[in-house]
């Protein structure tokens, strides 16, 4: 275990400015509060903590990440507190902490692989602050190299196959290359020994039967490009058990036929150089067609730089060659934390090479133009995948979602038949209204029913095109079969106006005449409003033209005054519907109401005694006699109000309790005038038909500070 003094060398031998103060504490507070406890191993869990911080110096990491990690533990595992650790260390401490905290208490629950993916990216989207992640993944490092102390055998095959699904190939993501290949050494050796035995067992055999090859490949090698007078350096190594353990799983092809177990890397100044070493490798050897990768004009997402080629190389081996430059070198093995040794060593002029980093952009545009490197680290704020949110199902999986995402969503991408029934949902085990924002690591659980159907409100606040394109396709279907419905009892009502029965045949005989195709097409054109029923009875009884001249214009007094015997029933629908009730009037289940056929959008209901009407009493064609279905269920319908209230104390609040009273729920509450005495209102309530309105009225006109009550129209 590394003493305290040495810890301290450590990092001041890379920051001599460390804080050797705060240190120091940090390694006293940590030995403290983990107090007995002991590791697997036997060893004091305090070893731990300190072990972790030891690894992040070898990547220079700043006093921060060093003093995290001593604490990493200390509110997880002891007895610790947030104030407590505030108090000692301040807040940036307390909040990286908190977040390595965070990392450890989320766990991925579900073996499937494909969620591994998903939980990968919640931890990067979690670890705001890299420095978060990189103690995580020194955490992890740790653990991995003591897992052996662990005896019960499942537990480290489950802890190794989430290392190598999860933490190897994070560390790859944020370019931490070294730490990626021991975590792959140490999990392979729990979850395949065998595998790897056998294979540590040939690279022995054929080290022993060619003794040296390496050296002697990497000095003709030197030979080669020395002769033109390039200075380079060049290593060869045997690949790791595990990457060729992958190859041969990837390729399907045994030991034996594994040709290219040995990599070289030739390291040089610059890039130019990099293209110059690849044309003498290519002048000198057989290529091996189909290797060639150049990383280099194209790296990788990670940022990873190189030029891979592959060549019939010294003594007709075949030799994986890589080329770049000491620097690329150097962020290829360290990744992320290689700008943090770029920080220390130089302040400026290295970072241009880093800027590959795709997610890494903002942050590494602060560091080129922060004055401090304190002001550098504050802004450490990982931009990476904001774009997206992460939640959990109650099975454990990981689902994606865009940022600004609600349950809704989430119901979709889960399954299109559990976002269609969906009525409500729990976050984190509390019911929210659907259009709740979803945030990272929230657990969603959707509550669904039969009966429900998606609802067009959905389309306002949902984010995802799924669920987007399922609502309106809903919504269409919807439109078109009210249309359907509409349509058929408009030319019923219109047969029997003219003294015939209406029958589907007689509508299929005409079909040519209006182009359709089929009875419903029809239907739904007259339900529309495309045609009107009195045009589908001409042109099945050519005859009765006639008749309809005599009807030029609606008398609204007749109108108002007819019984509604043969009145076609509608539902309460919902709006943008092939039925919709007119904002003039607001008509209520209840009120005598008369539709007008709107050509496209189908009907539009008025009250009888709407003054709109007028406009349309020369198109009698229009006027369609409807009343209400009242067999449904109660809907909501929004009745309007007009009040004047006297202008005192709590006269708002009594006017509310009456209206809540009463089972009303205001929608919407406008002042249109005021003056010393009084002032006048518009009132919007959530009512279920003219009767319950009607009661409200009563109820506001018993209400003392309320002068006059209406039903507002227009
Ligand atoms: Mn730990």
Redesign the pocket.
């Known amino acids: 275990m590394m003493r305290q003094y040495e810890l301290v060398e450590r990092v001041k031998a890379y920051d001599p400015e460390a804080c050797e103060t705060t240190l120091n504490r940090a390694y006293v507070y940590a030995t403290q509060k983990h107090g007995s406890q002991k590791r697997a191993s036997g060893d004091p869990y305090f070893s731990?903590?300190i072990e972790?911080a030891g690894i992040l110096t070898n990547y220079k990491l700043d006093c921060d990440t060093i003093i995290t990690a001593l604490l990493?533990?200390t509110i997880e595992d002891t007895d610790a507190t947030p104030e407590e650790i505030t108090k000692l260390f301040g807040t940036n401490i307390m909040k990286l902490v908190d977040g390595v905290t965070k990392l450890t208490q989320i766990e991925l629950k579900s073996a499937d692989s494909k969620q591994a993916e998903n939980f990968r990216k919640l931890l990067l989207a979690m670890s705001e602050d890299i420095r978060v992640l990189l103690v995580k993944l020194a955490?992890r490092l740790h653990?991995m190299r003591t897992l052996h102390y662990i005896t019960k055998p499942e537990k480290r095959v489950r802890i190794a196959a989430e290392t190598l699904e999860i933490y190897a190939p994070l560390a790859e993501r944020i370019g931490m290359h070294d730490i990626k290949e021991e975590l792959e050494d140490l999990a392979f050796q729990h979850i395949n020994p065998e595998a790897r035995d056998s294979i540590l067992a040939r690279l022995e055999f054929l080290r022993e039967k060619d003794d040296n090859v390496v050296s002697r490949i990497v000095s003709e090698l030197k030979d080669v490009i020395s002769r033109q007078g390039l200075k380079v350096d060049i290593y060869g190594r045997e690949k790791r058990p595990y990457s060729i353990w992958q190859k041969m799983q990837r390729k399907n092809i045994t030991f034996g036929e594994l040709s290219d177990i040995m990599a070289f890397r030739v390291l040089v100044d610059d890039m130019p150089q990099c293209y110059e070493v690849l044309g003498y490798m290519h002048a000198n050897y057989k290529v091996v067609p189909g290797r060639f990768k150049d990383y280099i004009s194209t790296p990788k997402p990670n940022g990873y730089r190189s030029i891979h080629t592959t060549v019939l190389g010294p003594e007709n081996h075949r030799i994986e060659v890589q080329i770049r430059t000491r620097h690329m070198h150097e962020v290829n093995e360290n990744g992320v934390a290689a700008h943090w040794a770029y920080k220390q060593d130089t302040p400026t002029g290295q970072q241009k090479e880093g800027v590959q980093y795709r997610w890494l952009r903002d942050l590494l545009d602060i560091l080129e133009h922060a004055s401090e490197p304190e002001e550098f680290l504050e802004h450490t704020k990982l931009a990476m995948f904001q774009d997206q949110v992460f939640c959990f199902s109650p099975k454990g999986d990981v689902i994606a979602l865009p940022a600004r995402a609600t349950p809704v969503d989430f119901a979709y991408m889960i399954h299109t038949h559990i976002g269609d029934t969906c009525v409500g949902a729990k976050v984190n085990g509390a019911m929210v209204p659907l259009r709740t924002v979803l945030n990272n690591g929230d657990q969603v659980e959707i509550v669904t029913s039969k009966a429900q159907t998606p609802n067009p409100t959905w389309e306002r606040f949902v984010v995802t095109g799924k669920a987007r394109a399922r609502i309106r396709r809903f919504i269409r279907q919807q439109q078109e079969d009210q249309y359907k419905d509409l349509g058929k009892a408009i030319l019923q009502k219109a047969f029997r106006q003219e003294g015939y029965d209406y029958s589907d045949k007689a509508i299929d005989g005409v079909l040519k005449i209006f182009k359709q195709p089929s009875v419903d097409a029809l239907l739904t054109l007259v339900g529309a409003g495309h045609h009107t029923g009195r045009e589908v009875v001409h042109a099945v009884f050519p005859g009765t033209k006639d008749k309809e001249t005599a009807r030029k214009v609606v008398p609204l007094e007749k109108v108002r005054a007819r019984k509604h015997d043969h009145a076609i029933p509608i539902k309460g629908l919902i709006p943008g519907m092939a039925v919709h009730y007119a904002g003039c009037c607001h008509p209520l289940p209840g009120d005598r109401i008369v539709g007008i056929v709107t050509t496209g959008k189908g009907v539009t209901i008025h009250t009888i005694d709407c003054d709109t009407l007028e406009t349309f009493t020369e198109q009698p064609e229009r006027w369609l006699d409807v009343g209400w279905d009242n067999d449904g269920e109660p809907e909501h319908f929004i009745g309007r109000l007009g009040l004047t209230v006297g202008h005192e104390q709590g006269a708002l609040s009594s006017i509310t309790s009456v209206i809540a009273k009463n089972h009303g729920n205001i929608t919407n509450l406008r002042f249109t005038n005021r003056t010393t005495d009084f002032f006048e209102m518009l009132i919007d309530i959530d009512v279920v038909d003219v009767k319950h309105l009607t009661n409200i009225i009563a109820a506001l006109r018993a209400t003392p500070v309320v002068n006059a009550v209406e039903r507002a129209r227009g």
């Open positions: 731990h903590p972790v990493h533990d955490d653990n």
